[in-house]
T-cell receptor, first 113, second 114 residues
Framework: EAGVAQSPRYKIIEKRQSVAFWCNPISGHATLYWYQQILGQGPKLLIQFQNNGVVDDSQLPKDRFSAERLKGVDSTLKIQPAKLEDSAVYLC????WGQGVAFFGQGTRLTVV | QQPVQSPQAVILREGEDAVINCSSSKALYSVHWYRQKHGEAPVFLMILLKGGEQKGHEKISASFNEKKQQSSLYLTASQLSYSGTYFCGTDPLPAQGGSEKLVFGKGTKLTVNP
């Protein structure tokens, strides 16, 4: 069974530039999460989708971050414009609704300079 | 809302035991345990649902005290491969049941030396 796929693996951008991350969840997983993990800390939930609907985006900085999950499968997370404090690993995870076990992708390491 | 983990770090010699604790101020539907090695994605270890059950996987087990909203992860006879950062993820209990919203603690860094 293929795992959660994310791309790119690494990205370096200058502050005020924009960046987008892509996630392909495990086939059949209705729930998709985007987490931000700053070095030395636990993953922080940014947004949670159930199919193509948003379940929770209370911690998403909506003035600069946006996410979508068209057709309830792939998802993209965008940052525009990026700030230095956005430097982190962005993790995508997916789970079967009702099971609760989240499987993580390898993440995208973003460095904002 | 973020669960509190303790200790922040622990260093063991191979074969020693360790306990990692996770506590929440909110009523919980479930507790999830993950291990993350440096530069890798978190890997699922186990999930405990409300009801105070205890689960085990080889020499790693966990318990969930529903009344205290606490979970503990027990690592016995530690191996070098156990090194990594352990995170607990908690799913709060709304009126309708688990929300499947996972909120993670800051992690406990475990180092197992030969």
């Amino acid at each position: 069974e293929a795992g959660v796929a994310q791309s790119p693996r690494y990205k370096i951008i200058e502050k005020r530039q924009s960046v987008a991350f892509w996630c392909n969840p495990i086939s059949g997983h209705a729930t998709l999460y985007w987490y931000q993990q700053i070095l030395g800390q636990g993953p922080k939930l940014l947004i949670q989708f159930q199919n193509n609907g948003v379940v929770d985006d209370s911690q998403l900085p909506k003035d600069r971050f946006s996410a979508e999950r068209l057709k309830g499968v792939d998802s993209t997370l965008k940052i525009q414009p990026a700030k230095l404090e956005d430097s982190a690993v962005y993790l995508c995870a997916s789970s079967l609704w009702g099971q609760g076990v989240a499987f993580f992708g390898q993440g995208t390491r973003l460095t904002v300079v | 809302q973020q669960p509190v983990q303790s200790p922040q770090a622990v260093i063991l010699r191979e074969g020693e035991d360790a306990v990692i604790n996770c506590s929440s101020s909110k009523a919980l539907y479930s507790v999830h345990w993950y291990r993350q090695k440096h530069g890798e994605a978190p890997v699922f270890l186990m999930i405990l649902l409300k009801g105070g059950e205890q689960k085990g996987h080889e020499k790693i087990s966990a318990s969930f005290n529903e009344k205290k909203q606490q979970s503990s992860l027990y690592l016995t006879a530690s191996q070098l491969s156990y090194s990594g950062t352990y995170f607990c993820g908690t799913d709060p209990l709304p009126a309708q049941g688990g929300s499947e919203k996972l909120v993670f603690g800051k992690g406990t860094k475990l180092t197992v030396n030969p």
